[in-house]
């Protein structure tokens, strides 16, 4: 498969609104391809975030791209920056092209990893949820009130074991919001969820004095860490690469990290 027809096929399939301005709401993280390599392309590699282990695990398996949800910062003020020296060299050295999609594979309606969560809790995402302003997240109803111990079970095989759960609100929940990744909303944001009568809130990271708003506005908290990511991010490249024209993926393979 040639480069540049997975470009066009990942732009086609990740932008879901063409009004939207990814480099805007997002502009440390990539969304398309970072760097180029060989322009033929017969094995895809996957991984959460870009990495010289993740690098040199997909050229361990013949790899040629990889495809992550966390590629890497640019040095501030174009300085020196070893870590990033080191793996961009490596990249170009190995003619690897690698792609990153933050935002777009997070508030994709159809994919992205917000929405699978709330499936996976057995809730239909119903509108974006704005978090600081850019629709990252989304909110969610279930068909019934279901017990809050439910959810976490069906949740479980995509929860990382550092998972902290902070039941401050009821134990039967209608609506949820997810934001995976460092979603914990700012205090000014509590008052909207109050007002939305939103029963749970997912997230990745958080800090102690989320968990106080949290108790105060009486809401409960799923704080699963990002390593939870890893799950929904292979079901998400799964999609990605099973939609692929057959005539392409005839002899392209695939590898997840």
């Known amino acids: 498969m040639k480069l540049k027809k997975l470009e066009v096929y990942l732009f086609n ?3 879901f609104d063409k009004f939207l301005n990814p480099e805007k709401i997002d502009p440390y ?3 398309g391809l970072m760097v180029r390599g060989s322009e033929e392309i017969s094995r895809i590699g ?3 975030s870009a990495s010289l282990a993740l690098f040199e695990n997909a050229a361990a398996e013949k790899c040629d791209t990889v495809i992550v949800h966390h590629s890497f910062n640019l040095p501030p003020y174009n300085r020196f920056d070893k870590i990033f020296q080191d793996r961009l060299a490596y990249l170009i050295s190995h003619r690897f ?4 999609y933050h935002f777009l594979l997070d508030a994709h309606p159809q994919i992205g990893n917000n929405v699978e969560i709330l499936k996976a809790a057995g809730a239909k995402a119903e ?3 704005l978090f600081q302003g ?3 997240g989304y909110s969610a109803s279930f068909s019934k009130e279901e017990p809050l111990e439910k959810i976490i079970n069906k949740l479980k095989p995509f929860l990382s074991p550092r998972t902290v759960l902070y039941d401050f609100g009821p134990k039967m929940i209608k609506k949820a919001v997810a ?3 460092k979603g914990a909303p700012r205090a000014s944001e509590m008052q909207n969820l109050t007002e939305e009568n939103i029963d749970l809130y997912i997230t990745g990271e958080v800090h102690e004095w989320n968990r106080e708003l949290f108790r105060e506005a009486g809401i409960n908290l799923i704080a699963q860490r990002c390593l939870a990511l890893k799950h929904l991010c292979r079901k998400s490249n799964r999609t990605c690469l099973n939609s692929l024209p057959s005539s392409s993926t005839s002899k392209m393979k695939s590898n997840y990290y």
């Open 13 to 15: 399939l990740l932008t």
């Open 29 to 31: 993280m990539t969304n």
């Open 46 to 48: 996957f991984g959460v």
């Open 127 to 129: 509108t974006p949820y």
């Open 97 to 100: 092209s690698l792609f990153g």
């Open 179 to 181: 934001v995976s990744g």
């Open 134 to 136: 850019s629709p990252w």
